[in-house]
């Protein structure tokens, strides 16, 4: 198998993550962003939130919607680490979510020790520190 881009990958973590969503939540976000850092990749999702959150948000439930949601990522967090570690080829250090039930968006930091093995790292905002000209300091 060849060495994929930053880009595939990103793709290809979105496209599963969706997935993932339409069959164990019967969600289906309109826009799923995912974007590597220097030892982060960044994901959000729009529409993420679901129907009973919303119904209990709208009704003034909110602890329980809150309840419900902890809940969700309970089931939800483990599969999407295992995906981006299938995914990547690498461990996924630690995972950050927060979702805001009102705007129904969720947030995702990964942390990752080492990037995956890419074909265009250059692509990668601050994988790569450039040397200032006549500086003794590195540019990002």
Do not use: W
């Not at 595939?8 to 969706?18: A, G, M, P």
């Not at 289906?28 to 990749?41: A, D, M, T, V, W």
């Not at 209990?56 to 309970?74: P, W």
């Amino acid at each position: 198998m060849s060495v994929p881009t930053i880009g595939q990958l990103e793709r290809e973590i979105s496209n599963r993550i969706r997935s993932l969503y339409n069959v164990e939540l019967g969600l289906r976000p309109s826009k799923i962003n995912c974007h590597f850092f220097h030892g982060e990749l960044a994901i959000t999702l729009e529409n993420a939130v679901s129907k009973i959150e919303q119904v209990l948000i709208k009704c003034g439930s909110d602890i329980l919607a809150e309840q419900v949601r902890i809940d969700i990522n309970r089931i939800i967090i483990p599969q999407i680490q295992d995906l981006i570690e299938e995914v990547i080829g690498k461990p996924v250090l630690d995972l950050i979510t927060h979702t805001n039930l009102t705007t129904g968006r969720t947030g995702m930091i990964v942390f990752i020790e080492h990037l995956p093995e890419v074909r265009n790292p250059q692509a990668i905002p601050k994988a790569h520190k450039k040397k200032v000209a006549g500086s003794n300091s590195n540019a990002f």
